[in-house]
């Protein structure tokens, strides 16, 4: 009887990939497709609302979906998982950048556009890529924020999120450039990840603090670490001895910034990422937005410039007790 | 001697440890960031207390994690409606005892392997808390950090409760029947029942306590920050049960000393910290602790062969 | 009792394919349905070597790691030093079995309990894949035909699926059919019994976990032919996967009964339910499109059912007790409880 009902299983089972149902279609709306690179993360989630509102002003149909973990396939999978739903975009913030252009090149081949934002894919697996800024301009920004609450001398150390995150590792190489070229006087002495847990990065900041007597700045290049390493210096005493600057979230950091323990949060207005990646991806769809072009217009954003293939969204932007009463998220 | 031989070489290894830092990196021992990095260390070492007890009775409890995360962000959102601590305090230590609760009905009464109904809590409760709580990080209101107290006050608190906890527990295990029954439970359930013991209310009694352990732990972390993270207990579980294991309890049961497991939790917690003040890579980590874990359990597999007939 | 369980096995599988045809998009299309195995084949894989290992009464908690490690020493070999992909392929999985008889000898040799072991070598093979790779590099650039393996289909049904089959197969015989793998299942049962029963249980055993680290590595392969790249995060979590679709396939995490019929429908019902709730979309929960929060959802239903499958397994064992009592009671000529 088990042998049987199992054999019978089997078989039909088997004839499921021989089954074909017709795909419904909704005709003439486009579907757009947001990936982001953990769905955990507020920075992603706040991107989501930039690129929801976009898809909303194009009356396009907007899905969402993201890893909660940090399986490197599961990028993969949700985007295949697209490519049968037959989205018409694909706006990708890459994880794993060799893995997930397996996917997009997939993606591409069926017809589908692919925009990605934030971190790149291979530059042949997608149309073009929204960056928020260049990696140069961050890494430098990072340096130069570090540079001038230091006065420009003394050690230094980086936070990061994993050591396998290839968008955060650029942007440390280009701390390191901007650093060997305009700071000479100052040191990068380490560089510690924390996981994407701003608990551990307050542990492993006041760990830097006790193993390095003679630190001047904590720089973090992932948003949970900023916090972390605020709390860690406040708890060691050293707010405003041991300067913390690093990418954030305004309304992560906010306290830690009017007391003066964060000097200087770097961000750019992560919504408008979102925003411009979703414009970006339905004017490629479109036709809009052509290789070559120099320009094109992003709704709300206006005119946006086009350099090659990278579309940048502007300079970074730094948030201080001055202003950081004005952002909200 | 010989019975305390394994609690004895995990202390001589910490004893090491601690020396080649204060010859190659004496800061180490500076006053304040040794209080801070402690004190960030208690949390994980209370819901090590507790999966000692689970392993002692001779179960296992991976759902420890996740009940840590859902009982900091029930106690955190407690707090930020405007209620006060000591409330927010009870509701994650009800959460936990109510998480645990769960575990030992399955367990205890239904006779389930504990193994997988925790696998099986785990990803429930896991799964809801990202479900409600999609990764924001939670401020929570200014009297909650370190009790409403200093910073120092707060630190000797949070390091207090977790020794005095400690202490009691060691005292409990040795002293209290209940101790010895859980003793007794893990090292031949049969024997327990024959000898009066009911080994059922035995083991649903310590998945209880460890939930109740879990929401301390969360509140204890919870002091130290003016925000929460709501995944805040991700890899709690691994973390306590190599401490566990290092420290000389026998997952086969029956076995182990809550002193083992402070001494084991201090010897792996402080792995990174060493290679931080070392000026190592940090990518070494979950390979040197790994090896650690992997020669006690060998230690302790080559002492009882010696014992064998 | 054991074909009862798959039995209800096979029902869940039959509601969850008409439920997802019902109320999703997209599903039962050819695309879909062959994503649908092309995604889970390294859990697969890994679940069926697992079941060995718990018909013993043992489990390997560091398969995901093994993985990991494989995956990194793939890509160094292939990458790094230029090896033929399918030579390197091999080599992997003789690591992978090589690390497998890591965790027997400290388990058959030293008499160390099998979940403690894994759970050293689960911290440790990853921990020197991090080490490797100093956590950040990863090694791609791999050949078309090798990408072949992961991403194109034979005969209609992708690649992996046929070396799966394979596998699953030898399995499949070897613990049924051969001497060697019904031994297993007596050992599992009763260790001591089965050495007097004149069983190299040590031997044995020690087969059990060197498979799996083997299928680990096979499972690691294909995971990077399928994803292009090799890096320590492959595998992150598996373990845990693959013994849920073992325990929810009827095999006792014990030891001693089930077998690899059950392991494998637990396997596609849990792959059909990580997918299928990705395809509802018109349907919303807590404000989201279904499809949105689909794995969360998965994940909390996969607890439930895992917990499901448990009591009625434990029900079904204890009810079939109570009648075997009832049986044997009201046989016996003179009975004192009864008369």
């Keep these: 009887m088990k042998r049987k009902t199992f054999i019978a299983s089997l078989a039909l089972l088997a004839t499921l990939p021989f089954v074909s149902c017709s795909k419904s279609e909704s005709k003439g709306k486009l579907t757009i497709a947001l990936l982001p690179k953990s769905k955990g993360n507020q920075y992603f989630v706040t991107c989501e609302k930039g690129a929801r509102a976009a898809a909303t002003e194009l009356n396009a149909d907007f899905k969402f979906d993201g890893p909660i973990n940090s399986d490197p396939a599961k990028q993969n999978e949700i985007v295949e998982n697209w490519i049968t739903d037959g989205v018409d975009v694909i706006v990708a913030a890459c994880e794993n950048k060799d893995s997930i252009s397996t996917a997009l090149k997939k993606a591409q081949s069926a017809g589908i556009k692919v925009v990605t934002y934030d971190a790149d894919a291979q530059p042949d697996a997608r149309s073009f890529f929204c960056n928020q800024a260049t990696a140069e301009a961050i890494g430098e920004q990072l340096m130069d924020s570090a540079a001038s609450v230091t006065g420009s001398e003394g050690e230094f150390a980086i936070i990061t999120g994993t050591l396998t995150s290839a968008n955060l590792n650029e942007w440390i190489k280009s701390i390191k450039t901007q650093q060997a070229a305009k700071y000479p006087n100052m040191k990068l002495v380490d560089i510690k990840p924390c996981d994407d847990q701003k608990d551990k990065a307050q542990q492993e900041a006041t760990n830097l603090l006790s193993a390095y007597p003679n630190l001047k700045a904590i720089v973090s290049v992932t948003s949970l670490g900023v916090p972390g390493a605020a709390e860690a210096v406040k708890q060691a005493g050293k707010s405003g001895k041991v300067k913390v600057v690093g990418l954030g979230l305004p309304s992560e950091n906010r306290a830690y910034v009017k007391e003066g323990v964060t000097q200087a949060v770097i961000l750019w207005k992560v919504e408008d990422l979102g925003y411009l990646a979703v414009m970006a991806g339905a004017a490629v769809a479109k036709g809009e937005l052509i290789p070559g072009a120099k320009e094109f217009n992003a709704g709300k954003l206006g005119t946006m410039q086009v350099d090659g293939d990278n579309i940048v969204l502007g300079k970074p932007f730094i948030f201080t007790k001055e202003n950081i009463d004005n952002f909200d998220f | ?309 | 009792m054991l074909a009862r369980h798959e039995v209800v096995l096979v029902l869940v599988i039959l509601v969850e394919v008409l439920l997802f045809q019902a109320l999703g998009r997209n599903f039962l299309v050819g695309r879909n349905v062959s994503n649908i195995f092309r995604h889970s084949v390294e859990i697969g894989l890994l679940a069926v070597a697992m079941t060995p290992v718990i018909l013993t009464g043992g489990i390997d908690l560091s398969v995901g790691s093994m993985m990991g490690l494989c995956a990194v020493l793939f890509g160094m070999m292939v990458n790094a030093f230029g090896l033929d992909p399918w030579l390197a392929a091999s080599i992997t999985i003789a690591i992978g079995a090589f690390g497998g008889g890591i965790n027997a000898v400290l388990i058959t040799r030293l008499k160390l309990p099998p979940l403690i072991v894994t759970l050293g070598t689960f911290s440790f093979f990853r921990g020197l894949a991090e080490a490797l790779t100093k956590g950040a590099e990863s090694y791609s650039n791999f050949p078309a035909s090798f990408l072949a393996l992961g991403n194109s289909d034979i005969a209609g049904l992708p690649a992996q699926v046929w070396v799966f089959v394979v596998v699953a197969a030898a399995i499949w015989v070897l613990v049924h059919h051969t001497t060697v793998g019904r031994s297993f299942r007596a050992i599992g049962f009763a260790p001591e019994g089965a050495r007097y029963a004149g069983i190299p249980v040590a031997r044995n055993t020690s087969l059990a976990y060197i498979i799996a680290g083997a299928v680990a590595g096979l499972a690691a392969v294909i995971l990077v032919s399928r994803l292009g790249e090799a890096r320590a995060n492959a595998g992150i979590g598996y373990e845990l996967l693959a013994i849920t679709a073992v325990v929810l396939g009827g095999v006792s995490i014990f030891g001693g009964s089930g077998n690899v019929s059950g392991t494998l429908l637990g396997w596609v019902a849990l792959a059909i339910l990580n997918n299928g709730l990705t395809r509802i979309s018109d349907y919303r929960i807590m404000d989201q499109p279904v499809a949105s929060v689909a794995r969360e959802l998965s994940g909390m239903l996969t607890g439930l059912l895992l917990l499901a499958a448990l009591a009625i397994g434990a029900a079904t064992k204890s009810l079939a007790v109570r009648r075997a009592r009832l049986q044997s009671l009201s046989k016996s000529p003179s009975n004192p409880i009864n008369p």
């Excluded at chain 2, 759902?63 to 009870?90: D, E, H, K, R």
């Excluded at chain 2, 190599?242 to 000389?248: F, I, K, R, S, Y």
Aim: proline residues 4%; hydrophobic residues 55%.
């Design chain 2, 1 to 309: 001697m010989n019975k305390y031989f394994r609690e004895l070489t995990v202390a001589a290894a910490l004893v090491l440890l601690m020396l080649a830092l204060a010859v190659f990196a004496p800061h180490f021992f500076q006053f304040q960031p040794f209080i801070s990095r402690l004190t960030s260390q208690m949390p994980a070492l209370v819901a090590a207390i507790g999966i000692a007890l689970v392993i002692i009775s001779r179960q296992i409890d991976i759902s420890i994690g996740a009940q840590f995360s859902m009982c900091a962000v029930i106690a955190g959102v407690t707090a930020a409606s405007g209620l006060p601590l000591g409330v927010a305090i009870l509701a994650a230590l009800g959460a936990g005892a109510l998480m645990g609760a769960l575990n030992g009905l399955l367990v205890a009464y239904l006779r389930l392997p504990s193994i997988v109904v925790t696998l099986a809590t785990m990803a429930i409760w896991q799964e809801a808390l990202r479900l409600w709580q999609q990764g924001r990080l939670l401020a929570l209101p200014a009297g909650i950090k370190w009790f409403g107290c200093d910073q120092l006050t707060g630190q000797t608190i949070v390091i207090s409760i977790t020794f005095i906890l400690l202490i009691v527990a060691a005292w409990a295990m040795k002293n209290l029947a209940a101790g010895r029954f859980i003793y007794a439970t893990g090292t031949d359930a049969e024997a327990a029942r024959l000898a009066g013991i009911d080994p059922q209310r035995t083991t649903f009694g310590v998945f209880v306590l460890m939930g109740i352990l879990a929401g301390l732990g969360a509140v204890l972390n919870l002091v130290q920050s003016p925000q929460i993270q709501p995944n805040c207990g991700d890899g709690l579980e691994l973390k306590a049960i190599a401490a566990a294991v290092v420290g000389g309890v026998a997952i086969s049961g029956g076995r182990g000393t809550l002193w083992g497991v402070l001494l084991g939790m201090l010897l792996l917690a402080n792995v990174n910290p060493a290679l931080t003040h070392f000026h190592q890579p940090p990518y070494w980590e979950k390979a040197i602790q790994g090896l650690v874990i992997l020669i006690a359990v060998m230690a302790d597999g080559l002492r009882s062969r010696k014992n064998q007939p």
